[in-house]
């Protein structure tokens, strides 16, 4: 089958890769119907992480070709959405609510590799979860961003406590940013700021929510939210990048007594403690527990009630796997989609 490789920042290809077979019992199989490239996957690309021959990819959705003799879940012939964490569903911590931090934990893109044509999923039940039917050409861009981009974005307004009533904001406008949006209007929030200074991305996150849009950056975003909060700041705030800057904005952005929900892979972030401390924000964050939002969404999406999908906004075939990391690394694109 073919997959892509990142070799070192910069040097993406695609390459025959063996196809998978069950394992363990808990195995399945799976022939991939779409996938794509994830914001996170250009921190390697720019350097910011070592990549040495690494499989590359970790949003899917595909139709079972093959299930280990104890999965119970699932079947050969369902169309599946998974998780990007694999997750045994079992322990305690996933009993919890917090499947992303399993005891059993794989990280798909470290050991997987999903920008490719098929994928063994370990732990199959804990992870994937089968679609009502078979889906319509149309809903598979929207069930893919399941997989991910949308349950990461869910988790950080559920993080950050958006609901009715609430001031939400939101830090980053990209592909995660985006989603957040989304959630928090799905959940109720009153008014959604996006922060934001790109025009095609400020017209998506009004298409998908947001009310207001803030343009600064820094400790000048900081002012304009809390001018546009009476002096206070946002009730929840979701931080979607993942740096220094965007972190401190966003705990400066939210109210004393507010939630940060921060999704973005934190690269180089040192938080000093006397603002940590006088902020009196509530934080909650990290690896997003998708699996345990995926049935809600995918029947959110099945019955057509949100259009995540509209985030891709670049689609190529798996072979041009490198322009698309080109496109989204030189801002061209979002979020781009690989069809197999």
Not at 23 to 42: E, K, N
Not at 59 to 77: L, N, R
Not at 131 to 151: E, F, K, M, N, R
Request: aromatic residues 6%; negative net charge; charged residues 25%.
């Amino acid at each position: 089958m073919r997959g892509v490789i990142m070799y070192a920042p910069g040097d993406v290809r695609v390459e025959e890769r063996e196809d998978p077979t069950i394992i363990d019992p808990t195995d399945a199989v799976v022939r991939l119907a779409a996938t794509c490239i994830c914001g996170s996957d250009l921190w390697p690309y720019r350097g910011a992480d070592q990549p040495d021959h690494q499989k590359m990819g970790h949003e899917y959705v595909g139709v079972v070709e093959e299930v280990g003799s104890d999965v119970k879940t699932i079947k050969a012939g369902d169309f599946v959405v998974g998780s990007f964490v694999i997750s045994d569903g079992t322990c305690e911590i996933c009993r919890s609510g917090f499947p992303s931090s399993c005891v059993h934990r794989i990280f798909v893109d470290s050991a997987i590799g999903t920008q490719a044509e098929k994928a063994r999923i370990p732990f199959a039940d804990g992870t994937l979860v089968a679609t009502p039917g078979q889906p319509d050409a149309d809903l598979i861009p929207h069930l893919l961003a399941a997989s991910d981009v949308l349950g990461t974005g869910w988790f950080a307004a559920v993080a950050a406590e958006a609901g009715p009533g609430k001031t939400v904001a939101v830090v980053g406008d990209g592909a995660v940013g985006l989603m957040g949006v989304l959630a928090a209007k799905q959940l109720g929030a009153e008014r959604i700021i996006a922060m934001s200074r790109h025009a095609d991305r400020q017209e998506l996150a009004r298409h998908f929510g947001a009310t207001d849009i803030v343009e600064e950056r820094g400790d000048a975003g900081v002012a304009k939210i809390k001018e546009l909060t009476d002096g206070l700041g946002a009730h929840s705030v979701i931080e979607a990048v993942g740096n220094q800057e965007s972190m401190l904005q966003a705990i400066g952005a939210t109210r004393p007594g507010g939630n940060v929900g921060f999704v973005g892979v934190t690269h180089d972030v040192n938080l000093p403690g006397d603002a940590l401390f006088f902020s009196q924000v509530q934080i909650l964050g990290g690896p997003a527990p998708v699996r345990r939002f995926l049935p809600d969404l995918i029947q959110l999406i099945w019955d057509r009630r949100i259009d995540p999908g509209a985030v891709f906004d670049l689609t190529l075939p798996l072979d041009e796997a490198a322009e698309g990391y080109k496109a989204m690394d030189e801002r061209r694109a979002t979020k781009v989609l690989l069809t197999l």
